[in-house]
């Protein structure tokens, strides 16, 4: 199946400052990719090429097989949500959203329908009527969301859709763009939310001083970055474990937490030997698994590495 997005070598500079460089990646039909940075990492930058409001200096953009910029109409098919949301505060709710439907091609009638159910939907059906300057951030979000998404676009793209949600509202977002992808859509949104990405990403690329640091499904990424960190429990410890896991020969590290041994197994190690060694001992070995890094953990040290590395370079430079 053909890809949904591919980027190739999409570079992006004002004046002296390279927003984005050399950036590449692909989003299959179907699924939830994250784009996912620290605040000025380049992903608004990245989401508003694609779009074509700004100009790529080089590299090759394919969207739903052409490029955006030679085919604009292209664009219809997407629903955007931008990071600076543009709604008319003094409109009623539910005219603003007809009005944002009917530029997408929809009639009246079926704007002002489909807005009507978009708004019980997301739990605004009482404010069709009232003005956007009279609703909260969190409730002009939802209205900003049900105005990208109201033609049933096959894709979407949301840049920080999260920004100024509570957490009960994120729930209800994160669920509708779930959603989006059981019915077959493709969604593409930038975060610095790691946990929430965590949540309904199947992909991920992590980008950092404009450049690409990371990027995969999300389960492979975690597997990958896993290292030789294991969690080992028994249903009562054993006489001789502390013993074991404090030997600097086999264990790098070794912390007890909650009722657990959080251990770094040194290079040396087999861990099939050791599991086969705690099984031995008595009480009964509950749990010997390899600890997962969180996205946030990922993040942040790929990040933090990644920020060094370009500081040592223009240190290199200058």
């Known amino acids: 199946m053909q890809p949904t997005l591919t980027l190739r070598g999409v570079s992006k500079r004002y004046a002296d400052h390279v927003a984005v460089e050399s950036l590449g990646f692909t989003v299959p039909a179907g ?25 790529r200096d080089v590299g090759e953009i394919s969207l739903l097989g ?36 009917r530029l997408k091609g929809l009639t009246a009638r079926e704007a002002r329908r489909r807005a009507g159910e978009w708004l ?41 859709p999260f920004s100024g949600l509570d957490p009960v509202n994120q729930d209800v977002l994160l669920d509708t763009v779930k959603q989006a992808k059981e019915a077959g859509r493709t969604v593409l949104f930038s975060t610095h939310i790691m946990e929430q990405a965590e949540r309904i ?22 597997r990958q970055e896993a290292g030789n960190r294991y969690q080992i429990e028994f249903e009562t410890e054993p006489a001789g474990l502390d013993s074991l896991l404090h030997d600097r020969r086999r264990f790098d590290r070794a912390v007890r937490s909650n009722g657990s041994w959080e251990v770094d197994l040194t290079d ?10 705690l099984t031995r001992m008595e009480p009964t070995l509950l749990r010997f698994v390899r600890v997962e890094p969180t996205l946030h953990q990922i993040f942040v040290n790929r990040v933090g590495a990644a920020a060094t590395a370009h500081r040592k370079g223009q240190v290199a430079d200058a």
């Open 268 to 277: 040396g190690t087999e861990p099939r030997d050791l599991l086969i060694e």
């Open 66 to 101: 052409r490029d955006p910029a030679e085919h604009p109409a292209l664009l219809k098919q997407v629903g955007y949500l931008p990071e600076d949301r543009g709604l008319y505060r003094k409109m009623r709710v539910i005219d603003t959203i007809v009005f944002f439907g």
């Open 201 to 222: 990403c199947d992909q991920i690329c992590i980008i950092a001083e404009g450049q690409k640091v990371l990027e995969g499904g999300v389960r492979e990424v975690r």
């Open 31 to 55: 699924t939830i990719y994250g784009i996912l940075g620290p605040n000025g990492a380049g992903k608004s930058t990245t989401l508003r090429m694609i779009m074509n409001i700004i100009a």
């Open 120 to 160: 019980e939907r997301l739990g605004l059906g009482e404010w069709g009527n009232a003005t956007v300057d009279t609703l909260s951030k969190g409730m002009q979000q939802k209205v900003q969301f049900i105005a990208t998404v109201l033609h049933d676009p096959p894709v979407l793209i949301l840049d920080e």
